[in-house]
C-alpha cells in the first residue's frame, strides 16, 4: 500500500479514538497505522501483506502492554484517589468554626477549607473529625 494511506488510516483511528470515551483501543491501532506508514515511506515495511501484518502485531503487542498502565494512569475506571482515605482522619481548627460555616483547618501539614457539620461551635485550636471531602472542603465535626 502506499504509506499516506497508512498516515490517513492511522490519523483516523486516533480521531475515532478521541470521539469516544477512555476505551483506549483505536488508539494503538492508530499509532500502529501511522508507524506502518513512516516504515513505508522510508521503504522499510515490505509488500502489503508484511504492512498488513506489521500492522496487526504492533497494534496488539501495544493494546496488550500499554493499555491497562494508561487506564490507570488516567484513572479510567474511577478509582478513588488517596483523598478519600482522609476520612475519620483528625484536623486542627485554624478558626473558629461555627455549625454549618465554612472556616480553614489543618491536617496532614496541609491547610484546607472546613465546613462544620457538627451542631457546636469549633473553637480555633481544637481537634475535629474529619467526616467526609467534597472537592477542597472538608466536612468535619467536634471529636
Keep these: 500500500m502506499v504509506w499516506w494511506i497508512w498516515i490517513l488510516l492511522g490519523l483516523a483511528l486516533l480521531a475515532l479514538e ?7 483501543f483505536a488508539l494503538f491501532f492508530g499509532l500502529s497505522g501511522v508507524a506502518v506508514g513512516l516504515l513505508a515511506a522510508l521503504d522499510l515495511a515490505g509488500p502489503p501483506a508484511v504492512q498488513w501484518a506489521l500492522f496487526s502485531v504492533l497494534a496488539v503487542v501495544a493494546l496488550v502492554l500499554l493499555r491497562r498502565p494508561l487506564r490507570a494512569r488516567f484513572n479510567v475506571d474511577g478509582v478513588h484517589r488517596s483523598v478519600d482515605k482522609l476520612t475519620g482522619e483528625t484536623a486542627v481548627a485554624l478558626t473558629d468554626l461555627p455549625p454549618d460555616e465554612v472556616g480553614k483547618a489543618e491536617l496532614r501539614g496541609s491547610t484546607w ?4 457539620s457538627g451542631p457546636e461551635t469549633i473553637a480555633k485550636g481544637r481537634r475535629c473529625l474529619v467526616e467526609r471531602i467534597e472537592g477542597l472542603t472538608l466536612w468535619v465535626r467536634a471529636e
Design 18 to 24: 478521541a470521539a469516544t470515551p477512555g476505551g483506549f
Design 113 to 116: 477549607s472546613a465546613r462544620n
